[in-house]
């Protein structure tokens, strides 16, 4: 989509401690297109690591390191600013929205044509006619395809993913998969993989890292 | 301006209880310069301890807030202990907020209704079981000792400790607790009061607190059910404030101030009362005994509270009947015709304190719903940790009524504010902020961060967020907490009657002035107006996030 124009994502030797003690420390480069996958056990600070790039970490932490876009700063933007996308375990669809709804709350403003992109984006995923349905009726695996869309259409600069696939039954969550990291890939993408998941790892087919 | 809210939310909760209290004091000791009271006196004092009665209002006061309280929290108690998983537990889930929102003066004027010599429990039983003929010649209602005074704030305190208790549970997650002690061998009623109840105390403390300190110093209901001769000290305290003779205003500041005594007594006999239960308890919590007691805990526990229930909604019922009831023979359970009358003739009279009700309860509730909302939001941007203001909310609940609004009245009075429409408003702002923050802060904290995360990361800024995703999803949390906001003002009495210096008049006000009289039929009109009000509010509040989640579901085909 919009491979031409993505810039890398360079964590520059990052250090989250909480209360003194030090969580974890990464240091990383991440091309477009490329996926970086930090490996861990629960408690080695993975969310933390997103939380802390993304823009949402909690005064707790002492964190020091530059998170760059480029040549983007992202740490003196406000998170809505940074084009970091999330995607979490749950696909947090608004219930209080349609389908359409969602994906739309991603776009940016002012473009034309928001219907036929939205259109065009549920029938890439196979979800052609959803756009008026309530999210509760879907089913997982359709929800965390309309998740997906909605981050790909809010067109990230980089996107950070927190154990996506952790919820899905284990044939959906190959399908899921190859269709994030190719979708990712496509729009060539730096992306930051955390997953306890060695089959994540695998499948994202990146650097990885192990902490804890 | 968020920054702002905390602040605001304070001062308003703290300046105007205590410039009250402060109006109250001093001319409790003679200085009252508008009033010609220059110098420091204890000529009140001594008016005040040569009343007829007063140690009979006082100890009336005193014990009708402690007893009531008492065995509220014992049936909230043991419902929650023997009740759980019950029909009983859900379906007395479901009545628990309507039942709450129902004004005290209206379950209080049922409940008189139901107890009178000629009311619905006698008729029941007559004269089949007691063959009176005519209603017995006894002092049920406002007996000498408040023992129905008591027993109506039982009525009304049981729903508000058990929506406390509801909504402080999840947090202690008792069904591992109960599971844990009871493969230890326990029997659940005991297992839950030896391992659930320890840690549920702490967190219903203040509730409790301000429970007690209602049940102390109450007007409306004291009025209905309490006793006359002499009444209670509050009821006392009202009508030497009301006295046309400006000295007893001295006089009455200093009984204000003793009901604040009375009161601050009862919280502490209540502090021993906690501290010797924790010392008895101490053996029993660790004594090993897993099943004594149970069967008739569980019977106890299940039936108190059914009963209670059943009684104050028996009460609706009776209102409801009294209001339509044509000729009513004593012993005839039911009339013997049913009219219209009554309510046709109320009519015309109930328009403008209808109106002034809707528009009171509706601007304090909006005010009071966007400064919590403003409060919340701020402390959730800052990562702030609520708990230490948290009993600063509580202050207008914990503080008599009675005791600092008349010095609120001088105090405004003084910055020349006259009684008035807008001042009632402010009065409710003050006792629905607190209730409209309970019961909104606990939802406002637990929703997932997530959903704000993932929005922001989607580009929208904070300030958007907030609109469009927060308070969506936040939606019937917000239409309860404005719900119970409405109830809350729906049933002040007091505030009402003196900030509006009697001429802003309310459904409330109106039901209780028709206490004296004896017309039964309209006040079942207006106090069953009083008890619907706020129902439709809770209607309101439970139907409209269904309705919308409906018509989206209706594309789901």
Redesign the interface.
Known sequence: MNACCTERLWLDQIQIALTGRELLAVDATIAPGEVLTVMGPSGSGKSTLLAYIAGFLDPAFTASGGVWLGERDLLNLPAEERGIGLLFQDPLLFPHLSVEGNVCFGLPRRIKNKRQQVTNALEQVGLAGFEERDPATLSGGQKARVALMRLLLSKPQAVLMDEPFSKLDTALRQEMRSLVFSQLRDAGLPALLVTHDHADANAAGGQVIALG | MLRLAPAMIIALLVLPVGAGLMMVILPAFGYLPALGGHGISLTPWHMLFAQPGLGRSVAVSFASGLVSTAIALMMVVLFLAASRGTWLDRGIRRLVSPLLAVPHAAVAFGFAFLIAPSGLVARLVSPSLTGWERPPDALIVNDPWGVSLMAGLVLKEVPFLLLMSLAALPQLAPEKCLMLARSLGYAPTVAWLKTVLPSLYPLIRLPVYAVIAYATSVVDMAMILGPTLPPTLSVSILSWFNDPDISRRFMASAAAVLQLGVTLAALLSWWLLEQLTRLLARNWLTNGSRQQGEIMLRRVGRSALLMSSTTALAALVGLGLFSVAGFWRFPELLPQMLTLDHWQRSGPMLVTPLLNTALIGLISTTLATALVLATLENEHRQ?LQPKRALWLLYLPLLVPQIAFLFGLIVAAESLSIRPQLSLVIAGHLLFVLPYVYLSLAEAYRRL????L??????????HA?FW??RL??L?APLLTAFAVGLAISIGQYLPTQLLGAGRVTTVTTEAVALAAGSNRRLIGVWALMQAVLPLIGFMLALAIPRL??AQ??E??T
């Open positions: 990562h997932d961060p997530r959903w995360q993932v929005a922001r990361s989607l580009g929208v800024s904070r967020a469009r995703v969506p999803l939606l919308l989640s989206r579901r594309f789901a």
